[in-house]
């Protein structure tokens, strides 16, 4: 078998030899040689494999990345942001548009006693002695004896109120020498109408004097206020010397709540 092999190859270098004669001899050898002309043109028709290339224009099948436009399908994620919906939940959290109402009347005693209950041991509580401002404030104390005063107005704190802020300005005189003893007192509080305190915005002494009006803040808590109505008190306890004068003025009691 190896012998009959090796005759083969011998023709077949024969043939090769005679391709290369000139083209156009019809020799059956230069048909043979065909077999080179089949070389050439391949490669150049290869090209086409460039065109092929157009397997890169199918790279169109990134633009059908597109499908990431059907990322769309994420903004239809909207539906997730309609989630909003829940936010809107604020709404019911927002279930109004808060207002702020002034609790007090005649905060600023203008209108002299109107609005105000008085419980005074002597003298008028409402007076033109020392305003913060205007004509009119309220001047509790200035006793040499043993007494107390009172001015109050019930108000009814609106249901659902989120904040309740006090302010006012508050000046204290006192005849008192003492440094250390609180002889002579005043409060700013709110307290059921029974007089039970709920709560103390300011305490002043004759420990807590000043060369002029002081302003005062105090945000109440709300939570078993807000919906009732309690009394909003100015209240003084004088010792049986050396009296204590105690004024306020410009009053204000605001309540933040759904109107
Ligand atoms: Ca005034
Ligand atoms: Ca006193």
Redesign the pocket.
Known sequence: MRKVAFVLALVGCAKGGVGQLAQGDANETIIDGKVYLDAPPEPRDGPHVFNDAHVFNDAHVFNDAHVFNDAHVFNDAHVFQDAHVYQDAHVFMDACTPVQTELLVNG???SNTTGWHEIQFDSELISSQA???????AWLGSYTQIATDELYQDIAVPAGTTSLVLTGYSLVYTKETTTSNAYDKAYVSLATLTETTLETALTVTNLSVTPAYVSFTHSFAVAAVAGTTVRFKLNSSSDSSNYTNFFF??LSLKATHCP
């Open positions: 600023d005693f203008e305003p913060q401002a205007g004509t009119y404030g003025d410009t």
